[in-house]
């Protein structure tokens, strides 16, 4: 019993590692039905704002870029495997990774939103 009592304290450590908090569609859901103002007030300016037919769109727009250098092929694994004379390695990587949220007012209640982009996690 002792031993299962000075477990549990890893133990919820290693699940609270696996817990997920709210998905952006989650947090975003939570705006609809909201006045502008509160919209405003939590995520900011928008990046861009446009009026059509008596609807007014807010976009909200994250971006990021990363770039990983490449490698040669050195180093005692690379040469058990292929030898010291093949090159090798890997190529450089560019990442963009980008989400575009926007929000569909009218009446200045928020009324729907949509997502698109490949970060809209």
């Not at 002792?2 to 290693?14: E, K, N, T």
């Not at 990363?66 to 004379?85: E, K, N």
Request: charged letters at 15%; aromatic letters at 12%.
């Amino acid at each position: 019993m002792r031993r299962i009592l000075l477990a549990m304290p890893a133990v919820a450590l290693g699940l609270a590692g696996c817990a997920v908090g709210p998905t952006h569609a989650e947090k975003m859901s939570a705006l609809v039905g909201q006045p502008t103002s509160v919209l405003v007030a939590r995520l900011g300016v928008p990046n861009r704002r446009i009026t059509v037919g008596g609807v007014t769109y807010f976009a909200y727009v994250k971006h990021r870029v990363s770039y990983t250098s490449g490698s040669y092929g050195v180093g005692p694994i690379y040469y058990a495997y292929y030898g010291p004379f093949i090159g090798g390695g890997f190529p450089p990587e560019y990442n963009s990774e980008s989400c575009t949220t926007t929000f569909a007012i009218e009446g200045k209640l928020v009324r729907s939103f949509t997502l698109r982009g490949n970060d809209c996690n």
